[in-house]
């Protein structure tokens, strides 16, 4: 049976049926047995709507243009595509705003921006996403931009625009961040190594002396930086950058314990594609099995899964609770197409098929 893969990252644009993650994952041996997942019960659409989230980090926005190929430039040996259709999404800490506000969060965004086209797409998207965005516009920099050009459902090639954000307007973000962290029940810094964040330590040390939790996706393979935030959430090749690979279930738990008492951690949430989800704790670790029931585009899934446990915090969740919620959010999310967003209702459907 011929299986087709798609490895485009943010939200289906395409098609393409996939079952399996490439081999990046860095242990062989398959998971232990998942414990029997706790009943999670999401909480009221009332408390969710007054629980409120603010996403700091890196944006970006994904640009689709799709073309049709018929001949091959007569200028260089490059296939010539001809654009008829033009597509935005939201990537990186604006997807996880996105993904807080589908579920009926209050979300805000506070990130660094060009001054350009790009930003006033990014702009617009968040405004019809429901997120309060606090893009702090840059003469100095070119928004973050990942261009795709595809034609037959292929990608034919992606081009990068990013420069890292200058100085002053990192100070802004800072105190920006300041003045606005206060005001919200949770914070996540959604860490894409684009320079957003380069003032991590301070930002977890502000919102620690708020009691506020801080949740971080994070980048690198340096996470001392990191230390004191309540919950980071890597997948499977970011921790191995961190702590190094394992072999086998028990080496992993071993390696996700240290790391979490080494940065003084509330949690560590271990995103693993097809096999689910890990949370080591205190004294504790859980697993959930993925939901998905069919899985058409993994991309983006990580940033609903910091979303949701963030949201779920800020509403009053337990973290093994959280961790449900935002296990089965995810598995709605990789099973659609052309949308990286988990509703209300589509989570509450996810929940009961598990009963
Ligand atoms: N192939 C898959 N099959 C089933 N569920 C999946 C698959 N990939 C992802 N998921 C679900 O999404 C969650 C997050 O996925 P993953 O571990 O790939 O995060 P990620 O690498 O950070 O994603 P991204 O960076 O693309 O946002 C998983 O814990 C799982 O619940
Ligand atoms: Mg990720």
């Not at 200028?75 to 506000?101: L, Q, W, Y």
């Not at 990608?155 to 990192?170: A, K, Y």
């Not at 940065?263 to 099995?289: F, K, N, P, V």
Request: hydrophobic fraction near 40%.
């Amino acid at each position: 049976m011929s299986r087709t893969t798609f490895t485009q990252r943010k939200n289906a644009v395409l098609p393409v049926h996939r079952r399996s993650m490439p081999a990046s994952a860095p242990e062989a041996p398959p998971p232990a047995p998942p414990k029997a997942p706790a009943k999670a019960r999401v909480p009221a659409r009332q408390d969710l709507q007054n629980a409120k989230v603010l996403v700091v980090g890196d944006v970006m926005l994904d640009r689709y243009w799709f073309g049709e190929v018929s001949r091959i430039s007569p200028e260089a040996p490059v296939p010539v595509a001809k654009i008829g259709k033009t597509d935005h999404r939201a990537g990186g800490a604006a997807n996880v705003a996105r993904n807080i506000a589908a579920l009926g969060g209050k979300a805000a965004l506070l990130a660094v921006v060009g001054e350009d086209e790009a930003a006033d797409i990014l702009d617009k998207l968040m405004e019809n996403s429901g997120v309060d965005a606090h893009l702090h516009r840059s003469t100095d920099i070119a928004t973050t931009l990942k261009m795709r050009v595809l034609a037959r459902h292929q990608q034919l090639i992606r081009l990068d625009f990013e420069n890292r954000p200058d100085t002053e307007s990192l100070n802004r973000v800072y105190q920006q961040y300041l003045a606005l962290m206060p005001q919200y029940d949770a914070v996540i810094l959604s860490d894409y190594g684009k320079g957003v964040l380069t003032h991590v330590a301070a930002m977890i040390q502000a919102a620690r002396a708020a009691g506020k939790p801080v949740l971080i996706d994070p980048k690198g393979s340096d996470y001392r930086k990191y230390r004191g935030a309540a919950l980071l959430t890597p997948n499977r090749t970011e921790l191995a950058e961190a702590v190094g690979a394992w072999c086998g279930e028990d080496e992993l738990e071993q390696k996700a314990h240290a790391l979490r008492r080494e940065l003084d951690l509330g949690a560590l949430l271990l995103t693993r594609s097809e096999e689910g989800m890990s949370l080591y704790r205190e004294g504790q670790t859980d697993h959930q099995s993925t939901r998905a029931q069919e899985v058409f585009d993994v991309s983006g899934a990580g940033d609903t899964v910091i979303g949701t446990m963030g949201l779920c915090l800020a509403a009053g969740c337990g973290w093994a609770e959280a961790m449900h919620i935002a296990n089965a959010a995810a598995g709605v999310v990789v099973s659609k197409l052309g949308t990286a967003v988990c509703s209300l209702d589509e989570l509450h459907a996810a929940l009961s098929r598990e009963d």
